[in-house]
C-alpha cells in the first residue's frame, strides 16, 4: 500500500481517482467482453436480470425500476423479444396489459450472465479479507453517500 502520509489531500484524492478509473475501465471491458460474448447489448442486462426476479411483470413496472421511460423499455423489449430472448403475453385479467417472461434462450443467457459475474468477481476480489471487504464497502458507500448529499 502507498504511503499516503506524505501527499497534500488533493494527491491522494488523485490517486484515489486514479485508481476508481482503472478499476472501472477494466470492470467496464470484462462486461463489454461478456455482453459481446452473449450477443447483447449492456442495456439489456438489467432488464434481463428484472425478468429473472420478477417473471410476468409489465412494461410499466420495468420501466419505473430500470428508471428509463416506456419508450426505451419498449424498444429494448422488441429488440429481445426479436432475439427470443423474452415473451409478450396478455394478462389474463385485464387483457388490456402485457406481461413479459424469459423464454428458455433468455433464461440460459441469464445464467451465463449470473456464471460470468461469479468469475469476474472471485478474480476481482481475490485474496481480500473479510475484514477488507468490509473497509471496501463503507468507504464506497460513504463516497456514494456524500455525491448524493452534494
Not at 34 to 50: M, S
Not at 93 to 111: A, H, P, S, W, Y
Request: glycine fraction near 8%; aromatic fraction near 6%; charge should be positive.
Amino acid at each position: 500500500m502507498k504511503d499516503l502520509d506524505t501527499g497534500t489531500e488533493q494527491e491522494m484524492q488523485n490517486m484515489v481517482n486514479t485508481r476508481l478509473h482503472q478499476l472501472f475501465r477494466r470492470m467496464f471491458g470484462h462486461w463489454f467482453e461478456i455482453n459481446r460474448e452473449l450477443h447483447i447489448h449492456p442495456g439489456q442486462v438489467g432488464t434481463l436480470q428484472f425478468l429473472k426476479e420478477k417473471p410476468g411483470v409489465s412494461q410499466r413496472k420495468m420501466a419505473e425500476h430500470l428508471q428509463v421511460k416506456p419508450s426505451t423499455v419498449s424498444v429494448t423489449l422488441k429488440r429481445m423479444e426479436a432475439r427470443g430472448l423474452l415473451i409478450r403475453r396478455p394478462d389474463e385479467k385485464d387483457r388490456r396489459n402485457t406481461r413479459i417472461f424469459l423464454t428458455e434462450e433468455g433464461e440460459i443467457v441469464v445464467k451465463q450472465l449470473d456464471e460470468k459475474k461469479k468469475q469476474v468477481e472471485a478474480q476481482m476480489f481475490r485474496g481480500f479479507s473479510k475484514e477488507e471487504y468490509g473497509i471496501l464497502e463503507e468507504l464506497l458507500g460513504r463516497m456514494k453517500d456524500n455525491l448524493e448529499k452534494g
